[in-house]
């Protein structure tokens, strides 16, 4: 099944079924091979996502990729046998390839050719609820498109032409990418006009301190929104589960405030996503708090925690206040807690990991389980005290009705 861009869809399930796939990475000088593992294996869970089923991995080590194949000429022959043997439908490149590049790659292997951003965008298509989210997934998806309309022309559905509307001599890729500003353009108007209605709906809420969850996507962000705030918010163990904003009311001891819990953060993110998604991330930039979860079971969490950081600063949210929640604790004592080691081995052990990191976060840093709502009185006591000095500093009116 080749590429097929509909300009007239909102959604494009690039994979459709479950596919067979095999996923390719690039060694390179100033990368250790455990950090390209960790993005591999990240990229088999998003293509597993998807609904892809991946059977093998291809790596090789390179300074830089190669300019027309990504991978070196005899990897590129290597990785053309085996899913011509093995009938592989997608071959999903861990970065971003040229038109150039996808275009000699599909003639080479007679695969559909996928890479890291493509995958990503078709992850959140599938996911997008609410009309603003298809409309930030389309404009996301039409912006990647735009420079690389070359040589994939051929792959559009004709919405303009005829009559009146083509000028002389005017080349179809001209066409298609007139086509695709157009597009662009109108997706923005749209995007303004939510954006404006979000606002004045941000506006309505009153004086309330406001705190956001971030996080790695995958952390556990909306299991602890459930806990936390008794409602129920889609939480699955796939990546980017959760793409709208989701906004509740919680009151610990009659004092409320909001909680959102927002779109989980990943490494190389595609840059337009990131653009399209800056309105939806409104509610993380007007937080007066941040609730950052990470996954302490996670052999890179805090690889997680820099990624987190970078995302937050390019959004302009790096100043707020931020309580780490260092969740699946269950986890991490299965995972890193010796069976042989005594009891008060574990626990000493336990308290080093939890001492150290109080020390790096000034004391605002929590341990939990949210699934087994093991910690939640600790996060809650955290929340309640944090959330009570920003009313005494920001809405000192509002202390004396609690």
Known sequence: MGNEWNLSQQKRDIVRSIETAVVVGV????????????????LEFLAE???????KRFLQKMNNPHHRTYVGKGKAEEITNYVKAHDIDIIIFDDDLSAKQTGILEEMTGRKILDRSTLILDIFARRAQTAQAKA??????MQYMLPRLKGMWDHLERQKGGIGMRGPGEKEIETDRRIVRDKISV??????????????????????????????????KSTLMNVFSKTQV??????????????????????????????????KLPHHLVES?????????????????????????????????????????????MLYVFNKMDLYREHNLDDFLLKEEKEQLLKELHDSWQQQTNDNACFMAAVH????????????????????KRYPHKTRFW
Do not use: W
């Not at 998807?50 to 059977?55: E, M, R, T």
């Not at 930030?136 to 998806?141: D, F, K, P, S």
């Open 27 to 42: 060694v390179s000088s100033n990368q250790s091979m455990e950090q390209v593992m960790e993005y591999i294996d990240e």
């Open 49 to 55: 996502t998807a609904g892809a089923k991946v059977l």
């Open 136 to 141: 930030q997934v389309e404009l996301a998806q």
């Open 187 to 220: 997706l923005k108007k749209r995007l303004d006009k939510i954006d404006l209605q979000a606002r004045t709906q941000r506006k309505n809420r009153g004086d309330m301190i406001r705190v956001s969850l971030v996080g790695y996507t995958n952390v556990g």
């Open 234 to 267: 889609l939480a699955e163990n796939k990546l980017f589960a959760t793409l709208d904003t989701t906004v509740r009311k919680v009151v610990v001891d009659r004092m409320p405030f909001l909680l959102s819990d927002t779109v989980g953060f990943i490494r």
């Open 277 to 321: 998604f800056k309105s939806t991330l409104d509610e993380v930039r007007e937080s007066d708090l941040l609730i950052q979860v990470v996954d302490i079971s996670h052999p890179q969490f805090q690889d997680h925690i820099n990624v987190v950081k970078n995302t937050l600063k390019d959004l302009g949210a790096a100043e707020i206040p």
């Open 373 to 392: 709502k093991e910690g939640l009185t600790e996060f809650r006591d955290k929340i309640k005290i944090l959330v009570e000095k920003l009313y005494e």
